[in-house]
């Protein structure tokens, strides 16, 4: 939620807090606050698509910190969309607002955007760990302090909505929270922090009735919209001027912030809400703008003073705590408690219930299932170009297929199986089909050729490619092929998923069809299913076989798999160096440095350093954008498959100021293999990431006819064909990777 200027108001009055030094304790942490706070705070890297190498050493520092004062952790995350829709507004405007400082970065100028991994590296460390975690449906705000009511610990966050719940154990604010200079020795370390309770903020204003904060919040403004009858409250009071009561006079405060400390004073003069709510619907009732008249309009006017005071008192309740927390039982038992997830059920197996609880299920999962809605978050990119989504939606069209066909073709008397047409469309039993047009060439957007003229590999070439494409609320048309259209029973709509995105760096709405999952493959069966089917239908996503990573080790087949389905589907094509920049930083990820630490520090030193005066390479940048989409997508598809391919540890396989550098000095004739130079094993990882990148683009591999096959063996025959008359050693090398270059390469040498 949030409560505009609040935190500015509270956090610049010494008065509202108390020092401590916090040792031995429970802590309940907003898990999205922290990872927020700690990427930004420390500054690492935004512009080169984050440094998530550098963020894990930073978490293990954090929890490290804790355990040194004995505090034990218990770390609560957000999860989806509110499915009541009241946010919806104020996620639209932030991600508008984001869009455009991602294309800021882009420029060199100023702007703050969480690289899209940061959380998935989050919680790989907590679980890593073994810090306690779960992922709640929605908003955790409201479960955080319901949790830590029942515990009566603190809660460390950076909400302001923090300042209105009623905590015994009272709210850290991270802000004043010193983790980094742990005090003390021995058992006797602590951390310096402040605490705030809102018996400190209410004795402050003569006795303020606690249980009138949340109208307090509510009129000054929360993510939820302001009423619009606190306006003319405000207008009525007089509350756009400092205050000569008894929060007044100490300087100079921002609007939103002298709104707060008027209206705190003025409700401190009512013993509670109900006599505070009267007093506002008396104002509203006799302002000109709400009240006055008789008769029918009168009636009218009465009837929206009350649907005011229904409107505030409702919500209101979004800051009742309740004495019992439905977490408690998850970090104490281990379980899921009935309500907790409630809007999951039905919507997921139970199997993934649990996963998307344990955190180890994306938000993209649940906003599905339940939202049939995605927002799709920028990244630092050309925002000339496509979003560099639009490299990973295949992938996207999957997990879409694979939640929403159970639901989609659910019959009267049960699941009904979804049967193929003629035409190849997927109907539902008596569903006539819906012809659809092919606009993909003539849309200006380069979406629908991409998907279908460039003949992509894989599952893609025999699901449907289809998408209406409409300007933010506006009216578009339905594009894509023919073949693997999923269609509701007892209708001709199409079953979509409406995903939010950038167009350059405008918000636009897309409406994007499912893709039907083989026939072999329920949600409801996974448990059942085997791991070889599951794994399958995980490669077939890929376009890549099996027996193409046969050279690497399984731990390395997600990562793999990703690049060599990015390097076929990203536009424009990635470029030799750009690869070997990627797969250079993986090495530097994967290897135990102990045996080869000079590699290590000749690679690290190449790493583009803060505050260097050379502009961003805006094509790289787009390009392991797309990577990163691409890899972000495929994680949630391999957790809702229950892990059929072993998860990736994030933070070795991307550093972007690292890849950055590399490919800096890559285009600049460096080699890879001189990088290498005296690391055998760095040099054999290397060359078996590259091999198995090129087999998964290989004719043998790729039988679909797809752009990738084609393209790769026309490459690999002519760089065979110059290496036998290179001779040996690092020309060798080299030539092994001639299938990378580009057609225009080729035309120049």
């Given at each position: 939620?949030?409560?505009?200027?609040?935190?500015?108001?509270?956090?610049?009055?010494?008065?509202?807090?108390?020092?401590?030094?916090?040792?031995?304790?429970?802590?309940?942490?907003?898990?999205?606050?922290?990872?927020?706070?700690?990427?930004?705070?420390?500054?690492?890297?935004?512009?080169?698509?984050?440094?998530?190498?550098?963020?894990?050493?930073?978490?293990?520092?954090?929890?490290?910190?804790?355990?040194?004062?004995?505090?034990?952790?218990?770390?609560?995350?957000?999860?989806?969309?509110?499915?009541?829709?009241?946010k919806f507004s104020t996620l639209r405007e932030r991600l508008r607002s984001k869009i455009k400082e991602a294309d800021s970065l882009s420029h060199g100028?100023?702007?703050?955007?969480?690289?899209?991994?940061?959380?998935?590296?989050?919680?790989?460390?907590?679980?890593?760990?073994?810090?306690?975690?779960?992922?709640?449906?929605?908003?955790?705000?409201?479960?955080?302090?319901?949790?830590?009511?029942?515990?009566?610990?603190?809660?460390?966050?950076?909400?302001?909505?923090?300042?209105?719940?009623?905590?015994?154990?009272?709210?850290?604010?991270?802000?004043?929270?010193?983790?980094?200079?742990?005090?003390?020795?021995?058992?006797?370390?602590?951390?310096?922090?402040?605490?705030?309770?809102?018996?400190?903020?209410?004795?402050?204003?003569?006795?303020?009735?606690?249980?009138?904060?949340?109208?307090?919040?509510?009129?000054?403004?929360?993510?939820?919209?302001?009423?619009?009858?606190?306006?003319?409250?405000f207008a009525l009071l007089d509350l756009n001027r400092p205050s000569d009561g008894m929060g007044g006079g100490r300087g100079a405060v921002k609007p939103?912030?002298?709104?707060?400390?008027?209206?705190?004073?003025?409700?401190?003069?009512?013993?509670?809400?109900?006599?505070?709510?009267?007093?506002?619907?008396?104002?509203?009732?006799?302002?000109?703008?709400?009240?006055?008249?008789?008769?029918?309009?009168?009636?009218?006017?009465?009837?929206?003073?009350?649907?005011?005071?229904?409107?505030?008192?409702?919500?209101?309740?979004?800051?009742?705590?309740?004495?019992?927390?439905?977490?408690?039982?998850?970090?104490?038992?281990?379980?899921?408690?009935?309500?907790?997830?409630?809007?999951?059920?039905?919507?997921?197996?139970?199997?993934?219930?649990?996963?998307?609880?344990?955190?180890?299920?994306?938000?993209?999962?649940?906003?599905?299932?339940?939202?049939?809605?995605?927002?799709?978050?920028?990244?630092?990119?050309?925002?000339?170009?496509?979003?560099?989504?639009?490299?990973?939606?295949?992938?996207?069209?999957?997990?879409?297929?694979?939640?929403?066909?159970?639901?989609?073709?659910?019959?009267?008397?049960?699941?009904?199986?979804?049967?193929?047409?003629?035409?190849?469309?997927?109907?539902?039993?008596?569903?006539?089909?819906?012809?659809?047009?092919?606009?993909?060439?003539?849309?200006?957007?380069?979406?629908?050729?991409?998907?279908?003229?460039?003949?992509?590999?894989?599952?893609?070439?025999?699901?449907?490619?289809?998408?209406?494409?409409?300007?933010?609320?506006?009216?578009?048309?339905?594009?894509?092929?023919?073949?693997?259209?999923?269609?509701?029973?007892?209708?001709?709509?199409?079953?979509?998923?409406?995903?939010?995105?950038?167009?350059?760096?405008?918000?636009?709405?897309?409406?994007?069809?499912?893709?039907?999952?083989?026939?072999?493959?329920?949600?409801?069966?996974?448990?059942?299913?085997?791991?070889?089917?599951?794994?399958?239908?995980?490669?077939?996503?890929?376009?890549?076989?099996?027996?193409?990573?046969?050279?690497?080790?399984?731990?390395?087949?997600?990562?793999?798999?990703?690049?060599?389905?990015?390097?076929?589907?990203?536009?424009?094509?990635?470029?030799?160096?750009?690869?070997?920049?990627?797969?250079?930083?993986?090495?530097?990820?994967?290897?135990?440095?102990?045996?080869?630490?000079?590699?290590?520090?000749?690679?690290?030193?190449?790493?583009?350093?803060?505050?260097?005066?050379?502009?961003?390479?805006?094509?790289?940048?787009?390009?392991?954008?797309?990577?990163?989409?691409?890899?972000?997508?495929?994680?949630?598809?391999?957790?809702?498959?229950?892990?059929?391919?072993?998860?990736?540890?994030?933070?070795?396989?991307?550093?972007?100021?690292?890849?950055?550098?590399?490919?800096?000095?890559?285009?600049?004739?460096?080699?890879?293999?001189?990088?290498?130079?005296?690391?055998?094993?760095?040099?054999?990882?290397?060359?078996?990431?590259?091999?198995?990148?090129?087999?998964?683009?290989?004719?043998?591999?790729?039988?679909?006819?797809?752009?990738?096959?084609?393209?790769?063996?026309?490459?690999?025959?002519?760089?065979?064909?110059?290496?036998?008359?290179?001779?040996?050693?690092?020309?060798?090398?080299?030539?092994?990777?001639?299938?990378?270059?580009?057609?225009?390469?080729?035309?120049?040498?």
């Amino acid at each position: 939620m949030g409560v505009h200027g609040l935190t500015t108001y509270v956090e610049g009055n010494r008065q509202f807090f108390q020092d401590v030094k916090f040792k031995d304790s429970v802590l309940v942490i907003d898990g999205c606050s922290l990872f927020y706070r700690l990427y930004f705070n420390h500054s690492l890297d935004q512009q080169h698509g984050g440094d998530y190498d550098i963020f894990s050493a930073l978490l293990d520092q954090f929890f490290s910190a804790l355990a040194a004062c004995n505090i034990q952790p218990f770390v609560v995350l957000d999860g989806g969309m509110d499915p009541s829709d009241k946010k919806f507004s104020t996620l639209r405007e932030r991600l508008r607002s984001k869009i455009k400082e991602a294309d800021s970065l882009s420029h060199g100028r100023h702007g703050s955007v969480l690289p899209i991994l940061t959380r998935a590296v989050f919680v790989q460390v907590l679980t890593q760990r073994g810090v306690p975690l779960v992922q709640c449906p929605a908003e955790a705000d409201w479960e955080i302090a319901c949790l830590a009511h029942q515990w009566k610990c603190p809660v460390l966050t950076n909400d302001s909505d923090f300042y209105i719940f009623d905590l015994p154990g009272g709210y850290l604010p991270f802000r004043f929270f010193n983790w980094t200079n742990v005090s003390g020795k021995g058992p006797h370390q602590f951390i310096s922090a402040r605490r705030y309770t809102i018996h400190l903020l209410c004795r402050w204003f003569g006795g303020l009735n606690w249980q009138l904060l949340p109208l307090c919040a509510v009129l000054s403004g929360n993510d939820y919209g302001t009423p619009k009858c606190a306006e003319t409250l405000f207008a009525l009071l007089d509350l756009n001027r400092p205050s000569d009561g008894m929060g007044g006079g100490r300087g100079a405060v921002k609007p939103s912030s002298t709104r707060i400390e008027g209206l705190l004073c003025w409700l401190s003069s009512f013993p509670g809400p109900g006599e505070a709510l009267g007093e506002i619907s008396r104002l509203l009732g006799e302002s000109g703008e709400h009240g006055g008249g008789g008769g029918r309009r009168g009636r009218r006017e009465e009837t929206t003073v009350g649907k005011a005071h229904s409107l505030l008192w409702a919500a209101m309740q979004e800051y009742c705590i309740q004495s019992k927390s439905s977490l408690a039982a998850w970090f104490s038992e281990s379980k899921v408690t009935p309500g907790a997830l409630v809007s999951l059920t039905g919507a997921l197996p139970e199997c993934l219930i649990w996963a998307a609880a344990g955190g180890h299920l994306s938000p993209l999962v649940w906003d599905v299932s339940v939202m049939h809605r995605v927002l799709l978050y920028p990244q630092v990119e050309n925002s000339k170009q496509a979003s560099s989504h639009d490299c990973a939606r295949a992938i996207r069209q999957a997990i879409y297929g694979l939640l929403l066909r159970r639901r989609a073709l659910k019959g009267a008397d049960g699941w009904e199986q979804m049967v193929e047409s003629p035409g190849g469309i997927a109907l539902a039993p008596g569903v006539v089909g819906q012809g659809t047009t092919s606009q993909g060439d003539r849309d200006g957007t380069g979406r629908g050729r991409r998907g279908r003229g460039r003949g992509r590999g894989g599952v893609q070439d025999r699901g449907l490619h289809i998408q209406q494409s409409v300007a933010e609320d506006g009216v578009g048309s339905w594009q894509g092929n023919s073949g693997g259209m999923a269609l509701a029973a007892g209708s001709t709509v199409p079953i979509c998923v409406e995903e939010y995105d950038r167009e350059h760096i405008n918000l636009k709405r897309n409406q994007v069809q499912l893709l039907p999952p083989c026939k072999a493959l329920h949600l409801d069966a996974l448990v059942q299913a085997p791991m070889t089917v599951r794994r399958s239908f995980l490669l077939e996503v890929f376009g890549v076989k099996e027996s193409a990573l046969a050279s690497v080790s399984p731990d390395l087949w997600l990562a793999v798999g990703v690049t060599a389905f990015w390097f076929r589907e990203a536009s424009p094509s990635p470029s030799l160096p750009q690869l070997q920049a990627l797969i250079l930083g993986m090495v530097c990820g994967e290897l135990n440095w102990a045996s080869e630490r000079s590699v290590w520090g000749r690679l690290d030193r190449m790493r583009v350093r803060p505050g260097e005066r050379r502009g961003l390479d805006v094509g790289g940048a787009h390009g392991y954008s797309q990577w990163q989409a691409c890899l972000w997508s495929a994680a949630c598809l391999n957790h809702l498959l229950l892990q059929p391919l072993p998860d990736q540890h994030m933070s070795w396989l991307f550093s972007g100021s690292l890849v950055h550098g590399l490919l800096k000095a890559l285009s600049g004739g460096r080699t890879a293999e001189s990088m290498l130079g005296g690391g055998p094993l760095s040099g054999q990882l290397y060359c078996a990431l590259l091999d198995a990148v090129w087999n998964c683009n290989s004719k043998t591999q790729d039988s679909s006819g797809g752009r990738g096959g084609k393209r790769a063996n026309r490459r690999g025959r002519r760089g065979r064909g110059r290496g036998r008359g290179g001779g040996g050693g690092e020309a060798d090398l080299s030539n092994r990777f001639a299938f990378l270059m580009t057609e225009e390469d080729f035309d120049e040498v």
